[in-house]
């Protein structure tokens, strides 16, 4: 009913679609852009694009899980418009990953974790290991093989598992 | 020994729960309202400039075509009213005597008729052909008036 009704443009039913799903989507934007600020701006870009687009949302697939899908192509699409910041070479970006993510200081929960990853890092992991996207979908988003994905997620969670071990050893030393 | 994948939330299941403090700001519904409506207001201008230029195009291809049409038609068909003069001019008896007018009346005519015929075969438009027809009424005009007056009953 809400739909049909977002369907036709009404502004109640957009409201109320922002009320059952913004705080997922700021959930996976957060996790995607490791920012609040950045965040925001994905989950107001996501809402908008949702808004101009949601008449051709025919129903086959969960609204949440096609909102969700919007949600990580924005922010795909946003991490490509500041390409040329990324660095999108694989050893490159695992270097940085290492020199960045030492300091274990702030590793409080899981978001704090992929925060410690650089943005193209954290977008393969996130989209991966929560949203469920494989390596071929991955590889076509960022324009890239399928083994650099593979590579990436791999040395990734390895970093991840590392820093998580140690955090939790320090947490407990400090008790 | 085969090492086991890693995975995200193994890793994650170490760490304590991410707090359900992550929110988006309360504003922020606001924002996104106000920046649909603003680019909804955009399109629909957009729409009507779109169906107003289109509109104001057909008028000036509709106007431009209407003053061609003007330009390349004349008001009067002289060529017709032409041809009705000369039949009007053959069913007079002809007169014993020609006056001087008339006679000179005739002879531009039988230049007008050469210049008439030289237009149509080098293929002249109606615009180059219209005046020399409309110099021809002129002439047989004058020529039916000089012979009206000659074919008129003197009173005795």
Sequence with gaps: MTLARAQRGEMVAFEEIYRRYSRACFQLALRLTGQRQSAEDLVHEAFLKMMDTIGSYRGEAPFGAWFRRLTANAGIDAMRRQWHRVNADADVLLENMTAAASDLAGIVDADALLARLPPHARAVVVLHELEGYTHAELAALFGQSESYSKSILARALKRLHGLAANATSASQVAL | ?156
């Design chain 2, 1 to 156: 020994m085969n090492e086991q994948p890693l995975h995200f939330r193994d890793i994650a299941a170490q760490l304590p729960a991410s707090p359900a403090t992550h929110v988006p700001p309360p504003d922020l519904w606001p924002r996104i309202a106000a920046t649909h409506m603003s680019r909804r207001r955009q399109r629909r201008w957009r729409r009507v400039a779109a169906s107003v230029g289109i509109g104001a195009l057909a008028v000036a291809l509709a106007l431009a075509v209407t003053l061609r049409q003007r330009a390349t038609t004349p008001a009067i068909d002289w060529q017709a009213r032409a041809q009705a003069l000369e039949m009007q001019l053959d069913a007079l008896p002809l007169p014993a005597t020609s006056e001087p007018m008339a006679q000179l009346a005739e002879s531009e005519l039988a230049r007008l008729d050469q210049r008439l015929q030289t237009a149509y075969d080098r293929g002249a438009s109606r615009l180059d052909l219209d005046p020399l027809w409309q110099r021809r009424s002129e002439l047989l005009d004058a020529l039916l008036l000089v012979r009206r007056q000659q074919t008129l009953p003197v009173r005795i």
